[in-house]
Every structure is written in structure tokens, then in C-alpha cells.
């Protein structure tokens, strides 16, 4: 699996834009195959800021996803409504175990 953390930043004035935009990829993003799950939170401590969290099945998915019409769209899109350069991370995981399966090996 992969999971990308993005990070971005925009200003109070453009931050309706951003989670328009934001929205708008999530949901269609969620829709390919491949697709584990992609949400966009809010950061709670600091004003317009915001992280995307997105779950690959694979590379192939994750490769699959850059090519999509959608995601060229909000890559055109959301450059405007950022106040500086995003932060993003690609996460290769093994594997991935629920707290109750972690809780029960204590």
C-alpha cells in the first residue's frame, strides 16, 4: 500500500477555493480503481492550513491516479489557491494492523 500525506497552506481569502478544489478531487479520486480512500482534513492549530491523505492499493494505482483527467485539473486548479509550496510524502507500507489487533498483543 501507499499512502501520500500533502500538505498545503492558502490564505484566509482563497481558502473557500481550496476546499472546493480539494473536495472535488477527493471524491473523484475516490471513484478509481485502486483507491483505498482519499480525505482532506483541517488542521485544528493552524489557520488554512490543511493535509490530504491518500491510500494506495499500489504504485501502479498511485501512477494510474497521475494520469487522470481530474487530478491534471485540481494540479491546474489549486496553484492559485495556495500561499506557498506543498508538502507531499509517499508512504510504502508493509503491512497495517488495527489498534484492537495491536491492543491484544500487550
Excluded at 500533502?6 to 480503481?33: C, F, H, M, W
Excluded at 485502486?34 to 492550513?49: Q, S
Excluded at 508512504?91 to 500487550?106: F, K, P
Aim: aromatic share 8%; glycine share 4%.
Amino acid at each position: 500500500m501507499i499512502v501520500t500525506i500533502g500538505r498545503v497552506s492558502t490564505d484566509a481569502d482563497k481558502r473557500d477555493d481550496l476546499i472546493r478544489i480539494a473536495q472535488a478531487v477527493a471524491r473523484a479520486s475516490r471513484e478509481e480503481d485502486g483507491c483505498i480512500d482519499y480525505r482532506v482534513y483541517e488542521d485544528t492549530e493552524r489557520d488554512n492550513d490543511f493535509v490530504f491523505v491518500e491510500e494506495w492499493e499500489s504504485e501502479d494505482a498511485l501512477q494510474r491516479h497521475f494520469a487522470m483527467p481530474h487530478l491534471v485539473e485540481f494540479m491546474r486548479s489549486i496553484t492559485g489557491a495556495l500561499a506557498g509550496a506543498p508538502e507531499v510524502k509517499f508512504h510504502t507500507i508493509e503491512r497495517t494492523v488495527d489498534l484492537a489487533d495491536v491492543s491484544r498483543a500487550s
